[in-house]
């Protein structure tokens, strides 16, 4: 493939990093209502924020590195498909930016103690009305990016197995 019908390696480090920190955070968040209250509970919930936490930090330099030194590749198809594949982008970079400052609310709504270490002060530990508020759009928001992000698995799987273009490839780790 040449090479400008690629992304460069950070771009794509990045892209997978991306995808697998959004499954394990929904992996996480899954496992925590397993545990009730307690020390088990504490400690996923500590890893679900801190696997959130490099979320928000990933999705921060992976918008300054395409706002500054990434470059954009010249979609394998020109109108309406290409409108669509760059607004589905835009979607879901800014719904990963609400799951993450709904997460950030829901810690800061009802306090906690990452690792035992870290503390979080509640802001308004007496709400519990607007802290299950923001918990549940922190849910909806994190179903939304899952159900987007396998929509854009099956349009690259479209691509490389229906259109049989160079669109798939174009994310794939140079071996």
């Not at 589905?88 to 270490?117: E, F, N």
Request: hydrophobic share 50%; charged share 15%; glycine share 10%.
């Amino acid at each position: 493939m040449p090479r400008d019908s690629h992304h460069d390696d950070f771009t794509v480090g990045l892209h997978w990093l991306t995808a697998g920190l959004i499954a394990a955070l929904w992996r996480s968040a899954q496992i925590i209502a397993i545990f009730g209250h307690g020390p088990p509970e504490a400690y996923h919930r500590s890893f679900h924020i801190t696997l959130g936490v490099m979320r928000a930090l990933v999705l921060a330099v992976r918008i300054l590195w395409r706002l500054t030194a990434g470059r954009s590749l010249k979609g394998a198809h020109l109108g309406l498909l290409e409108q669509i594949a760059r607004a589905t982008h835009y979607v879901m970079h800014a719904v990963a930016g609400t799951v993450v400052l709904l997460g950030c609310l829901t810690v800061w709504m009802q306090g906690d103690r990452i690792w035992s270490l870290v503390p979080i002060p509640a802001y308004d530990p007496g709400n519990i009305t607007l802290g299950q508020q923001i918990r549940g759009w922190h849910g909806v928001a994190a179903n939304l990016i899952l159900i987007l992000a396998g929509l854009h698995a099956a349009a690259a799987l479209f691509h490389h197995d229906v259109l049989r273009d160079d669109m798939f490839r174009r994310m794939l780790p140079r071996l």
